[in-house]
């Protein structure tokens, strides 16, 4: 850690400088209009010859003061681009994979967002070796250090509000680099907001049979005997029991909620494209469509990656696509010479897929929870942190991740109660919300894992008010 340090406060010393304008986009392909607002892409050089790819859009507001916004995707392995572009972006792909339409709800209408695509090995990051094994601890560094290389770039942004965001893995990535950030006094750190987040392992998993048998997937019989066989003086534990039957039951839970055709990110939508098998060959290329953030048994999940990485060997070209996904218009989009030229885009870049396998399947996951990081956060008393869901999303459920905020035991400020926004169709119902001292967890109803591709208006209100600070 000293020498990644070192590396970086050595390289801080050739100066600093305004906004560098060799990353600035001055035309990007696929729209009618270009953008009012400045954009940058390029690459932020961190350790051990990794390069990091960002693409910073500037605010619509007022960007010299309003907040720098970090937005990272999860998977691990899956580009923040993914984000931007289907998300909340300030422009959307179209399914022609060549059009880009503006975002009425994007969240650089009040900030400026750093779309950061992490680890290397992923979207069009890379490292000079071609290494792309790592885990959790190296990438919270290389984050860390990618942050402090982006506003040495951009002195300008330097004192603004800082707020890291994330989704997905970005449970594990966002609090374990605030757990940095809150350390480094030159960074004006404000507030984290994580996303459909893989908070706990064990809370995850023991909430989805809850969630998957209230939700009419499993059945009588199945429901009792995963009680009779997993559940014991009224406590059940889905997560890694040894008891063989339990076992036998939870695969027969792993196969309805994962392998039946059912849309893990969004319980109610349909899975585009249709069903499929999770591992195919499409096109000369292995398509393995399977990324769950988390498995009913943990020790299913490493099983699992062990047949992959066997099928990945005897394949040059692996793509992983989570499922029901459709990743086509980006990758379309992405890996198009103009546009690759217009973001700057490296010539070792690898082609744009949304996830990496390699980077997925060597990933070393070092926390199975991120109760510490969370804590010593609230023990700051300064920074806002949000939990949200999607509340049909089983990749990561909202129940585990309510469980997991509960679990921090905060003093509860406003009971649970319905939040509102407003839409063409007058006040609606946005979801749930409880809120503690400085830690407040939100659903969203209606939506699935990545919200604000589900519910747009929604998301942008809960956005908006919790950059200003505003009651949910």
Known sequence: MQAMLLCYFLFSLLGSEAA????????????QKQPSFKQYSGYLSVANGKHLHYWFVESQKEPSSDPVVLWLNGGPGCSSLDGLLTEHGPFLIQDDGVTLQYNPYSWNKISNVLYLESPAGVGFSYADDQNYVTNDTEVSMNNYLALKEFFRLFPEFSKNELFLTGESYGGIYIPTLAERVMEDES???????????????????????????????????????????????GK????????????????????????SGLNMYNLYAPCPGGVRQRVSIEKGELVIRDLGNSFISHQWTQLWNQKLRGLASLHRNVRLDPPCTNSTPSSLYLNNPFVRGALHISPKALD?????????????RLYMDVRKQYLKLLSA???????YNGDVDMACNFMGDEWFVESLHQQVEVQRRPWLYDDEEGRQVGGFVKEFDNIAFLTIKGSGHMVPTDKPIAAYAMFSRFITRQPY
Not at 20 to 31: I, M, N, Q, T
Not at 236 to 259: A, K, M, P, T
Not at 352 to 364: D, P, T
């Open 20 to 31: 560098p304008g060799a990353d600035e986009v001055k035309y990007l392909p696929g729209l």
């Open 187 to 233: 960074l004006n750190l404000q507030g984290v907001a994580v996303g459909n987040g893989m908070s706990s392992y064990e809370m995850n998993d023991n909430s989805l049979v809850y969630f998957a048998y209230y939700h009419g997937l499993l059945g009588s019989r199945l429901w009792s005997e995963l009680q009779t066989f997993c559940c014991k003086g």
């Open 236 to 259: 059940c534990n889905f997560y890694d029991n040894h008891n063989h039957n339990c076992s036998l039951s939870l695969s027969e839970v792993q196969d309805i909620v994962y392998s």
């Open 352 to 364: 744009w897929v949304i996830c990496s396998s390699e980077v997925n399947l060597n990933y070393g």
């Open 381 to 387: 008393l300064k920074y806002r942190v949000l939990v």
